[in-house]
């Protein structure tokens, strides 16, 4: 069983940064293709970004060059930046996980069987 926990949400302002933090439980968690969705109130849950093991990364068309994925195996953790924030990236930000994910299912969230309580991220004009 892999847990996640999420950290580093807050509230900013339009133009801001913040960074959030996805910790896992699992040694073996450089394994895991892990990803980074947000669900808006009453929006569907979309994807945000993905890393795999080789640490190759993966955007949503909305945040490309704005937001960068990394992680740190030392650390079992995956890391979020996000700059320029707009007020439309509010939302929960919920990190998933998952140890097999093929590349063209990499921004499904059915394919992610391990997910975080979610962190808010609120990006005021």
């Known amino acids: 069983q892999v847990q996640l926990v999420e950290s580093g949400g807050g509230l900013v302002q339009a133009g801001g940064s913040l960074r959030l933090s996805c910790a896992a439980s699992?040694?073996?968690?450089?394994?895991?293709?892990v990803a980074w969705f947000r669900q808006a109130p009453g929006k569907e849950r979309e994807f945000v970004a993905a890393?795999?093991?080789?640490?190759?990364?993966y955007y949503g068309h909305s945040v490309e060059g704005r937001f960068t994925i990394s992680r740190d195996n030392a650390k079992n953790t995956v890391y979020l930046q996000m700059k320029s924030l707009e007020p439309d990236n509010t939302a929960v930000y919920f990190c998933?996980?998952?140890?097999?994910?093929?590349?063209?299912?990499?921004?499904?969230?059915?394919?992610?069987?391990?997910w975080g309580q979610g962190t808010q991220v609120t990006v005021t004009s």
């Open positions: 890393i795999r093991s080789n640490r190759a990364t």
């Open positions: 998933a996980a998952d140890a097999v994910v093929i590349l063209s299912s990499i921004s499904g969230h059915p394919n992610y069987d391990y």
């Open positions: 699992v040694r073996t968690f450089s394994r895991y293709t």
